[in-house]
């Protein structure tokens, strides 16, 4: 039998949560109508439309790539440009998968934390008009950011407003949507569509769920083509249920919140710890479930035996920690023990 061991790698890492291990049981009884004309589908698509309003379209996929993809396609033409942070995930993670298949062109800002600006946008705000220019029309902001960081509400509500001014929408991609929210102390609403957001990547993966994530378009006109642009894209699932229930339980008796607080609670445990320790330097603010710190390189095979996390930055010596919905006190705390016996020892 492999040994239990939980990291610090990625909340990708954790497993299933129990509950949604129950509600794909239950779901798995009898036939149900395929590719979504199911009633488990309608009823995830319900409860996300009494979340953030009845005017949103729900289209469910199988992961985050997907979700970006789809959402930038549906909210560009080929000859458009897509701005986002350096550091987003459809920037650096996604390989070429948004080009390909929006056949836009990714315009990278530069960010220290993982945030752009109005200023940062409207400085690549160019050539509009020209016939030989990609023509911007999608502002992309992730939130949390890949730092670990957050927009406040304000700061999407400027970022939309600069979108709107300059006919482009606003995209957010949300794959940690539920750990923003619980550390802002807000409904999905405020920061998302009532704060001019026009289509939202929604993720489950990373919040217990065993895969599966929900796009969800505010700006109506944006969703004409979105079923087949799903299905050209191969992120149409034909035994929806089994998105759908999963999505139906996370979202129920509060689970999204209780998975996001206790990664958010462990997270906020951990640094405060490891920043106390000697030769720890945290780079940025901890908001969500990321962890962000500078540690000499030498310590870092050492610690990586007892529990493995990814080195973020080779060149600065800059490593991320995450925590998930299963992090608990006593890994935390045996983790931080770790890394001061290590950095004494260094
Ligand atoms: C910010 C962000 N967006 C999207 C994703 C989704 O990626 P995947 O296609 O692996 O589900 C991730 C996963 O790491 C992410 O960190």
Known sequence: MSQVVKTFASDNYAGVHPEIMDALGRANTGHASSYGADHYTAEATALFKKLFGQQTEVFFVYNGTGANVLALSASSKTFSSVICAESAHIYVDESTAPEKFSGCRLIPVSSSNGKITPEAVLSKVQRIGDQHHPQAAVVSISQPTEYGTLYTVEEIRELANTAHQHGMVLHM?????????????????????????????????????????AILIFNTGLAKDLQFLRKQGMQLHSKMRFIAAQFTALLSNDLWRRSALQANKMAVRLSGKLSKISGFTLTQKTEVNGIFAVVPPSVIPEIQKHSFFYIWNEKTSEIRLMCSWDTSEADVDSFVEVVSNALQNH
């Open 173 to 213: 991609d949300g794959a940690r949507i539920s750990n923003a929210a619980v550390s802002l102390n807000a409904e999905f609403k405020t920061f998302t569509i009532d704060a001019g957001v026009d289509v939202l990547s929604f993720g489950g993966t990373k919040n217990g769920m065993m895969f599966g994530e």
